[in-house]
């Protein structure tokens, strides 16, 4: 707090315009609170005053908003005799100062800050310093603490220990290692935008963690870049992230005229590019939210091409893919796969044609042994039921009662007299290709409907 307190005289005094000059300046430069920065001074002449005088408890310092001036007043008693100057005064000098006075009253008397000298000039300097630079840390951390999730600029400052000192102006920012993109290269003077992640108190004052991979940072692009969305028209319901490599976002509208895609690509891609090179080129896709879970599965795996989509369990999809589409499906190790997983929250399998018929083949064979598990002898409730009885009973389950099934389909499986689902269970794909009417693909469908059913069986048993 240079100036604080000057010398008006050359001798060390005290002067009082000073003190106000200096609190004008600090507020008008530190941007600190009028009332705080008061404060403080009021307290650093009253530690001033007690260092010179003694621990007197009957002294204040006074703002006086009219004049603008701090005043330290000393309650003294009105005495004859004066036996301690700091506490009393003789009745003459007291009604010099108020006519009215009289032995035994306590009256407030102004000192002269003038004559404090320069031990108790130094000591209201040091109390000053210290208070407000606690006052300037505890600013600095709740404007920024209110800051958290917010977007930042701010200007390449210096790299110690591998983190990125930033320069938000107040205070400086730390850009770790782990909440920065690897391929970022920056020089003094640089440009940086980052998400506010975290203001932490310490001793050496705030500490502003910044963040440039967060989730949040690129939804907080979108916010910044894409007015529909600032304004509440599009929401963007989820959003994940591999940090240089994907970002996928999943955008619905609140109106029927509005196109969420296209919105947060708009015109020419502009919209969206801004956004991709501020997170250095990283790939961003931009899906249409629908609770329809195939349907979302099959945005989720952009920019792959998807054949079909089937859901084993409200957990558990399959994905079909051209031989071509696969390592386009799955993404460099895994990251398109992995995040279309996280943005349905329904974990993926992703097969091409090949693997796929593999697939089916073992559901199929699973599924003929299950279906001939129900002739085999089996106890129920300590009664044993013989193989021949259950033979002589059981006449198959109606094809009407697998779901999944259209009723195209079952004209023609039933014109091909096959009128079970376990007459079904046993035919191979050749076999069914070989009904009139059903082709390869039809034929595909029936297998991954019967496989589905079974799964969707087993899983409501357990």
Do not use: W
Request: proline share 3%; with cysteine; charged share 30%.
């Amino acid at each position: 707090m240079v100036g604080i307190i000057r010398n008006e005289d050359g001798k060390g005094k005290m002067s009082v315009n000073s003190v106000f000059e200096a609190v004008h300046q600090l507020i008008s430069d530190k941007g600190l609170d009028r009332e705080k920065v008061v404060d403080v001074v009021q307290q650093a002449l009253l530690s001033a005053y007690r260092k010179k005088y003694g621990n007197n408890s009957n002294v204040e310092a006074i703002f006086d908003k009219e004049s603008e001036t701090i005043k330290v007043l000393v309650r003294k008693f009105v005495v004859k005799s004066i036996e301690n100057d700091q506490t009393q005064i003789c009745i003459t000098e007291a009604q010099k100062l108020n006519p009215d006075a009289q032995l035994g009253d306590e009256i407030p008397i102004e000192e002269d800050l003038s004559k404090m000298g320069r031990i108790a000039a130094q000591t209201a300097r040091q109390v000053v310093i210290q208070r407000l630079k606690e006052l300037e840390k505890d600013m600095i951390y709740r404007e920024y603490k209110d800051k958290e999730g917010d977007l930042i600029n701010g200007y390449f400052q210096r790299i110690h220990r591998n983190n990125i000192f930033v320069d938000l102006g107040k205070t400086e920012g730390m850009l770790p290692p782990s909440e920065r993109l690897s391929k970022e290269k920056y020089r003094p003077g640089d440009r940086v935008k980052a998400l506010i992640l975290e203001v932490r108190n310490s001793a050496k004052g705030p500490q502003v963690i910044l963040s440039r991979n967060h989730v949040n940072f690129v939804k907080k692009l979108f916010e910044l870049e894409i007015p529909e969305i600032y304004d509440g028209i599009v929401e963007i319901v989820r959003i994940v992230r591999e940090p240089g490599y994907r970002t996928k976002v999943a955008v619905m509208s609140a109106r029927d005229d509005i196109d969420p895609v296209g919105a947060c690509v708009g015109m020419k891609g502009m919209r969206i590019q801004s956004i991709v090179r501020e997170i250095d080129n990283e790939k961003i896709d931009i899906v249409e939210y629908t609770e329809n879970p195939i349907q979302f599965v099959t945005k989720a795996l952009q920019p792959a091409k998807i054949k079909e989509v089937i859901l084993v369990d409200k957990e558990n999809a399959l994905a079909v893919v051209a031989e071509d589409q696969l390592s386009l499906a799955i993404g460099k190790a895994g990251s398109n796969a992995k995040l279309a997983s996280k943005l349905t929250g329904i974990a993926i399998d992703i097969k091409n044609d090949t693997q796929y018929q593999e697939y089916l083949e073992i559901r199929m064979e699973e599924s003929r042994k299950r279906a001939n598990e129900l002739f085999k002898d089996k106890e129920d409730h300590g009664v044993v039921v013989e193989h021949e009885e259950i033979e002589e009973e059981f006449e198959g389950t109606p094809l009407d009662q697998l779901e999944g099934l259209t009723d195209r389909l079952l004209a023609a499986l039933q014109e091909a007299n096959i009128s079970t689902v376990e007459e079904l269970l046993e035919m191979t794909l050749e076999d069914l290709t070989a009904i009139k009417g059903i082709g390869l693909k039809t034929a595909e469908q029936i297998q991954s409907v019967l496989a589905e059913n079974i799964v969707l069986e087993e899983v409501d048993e357990d």
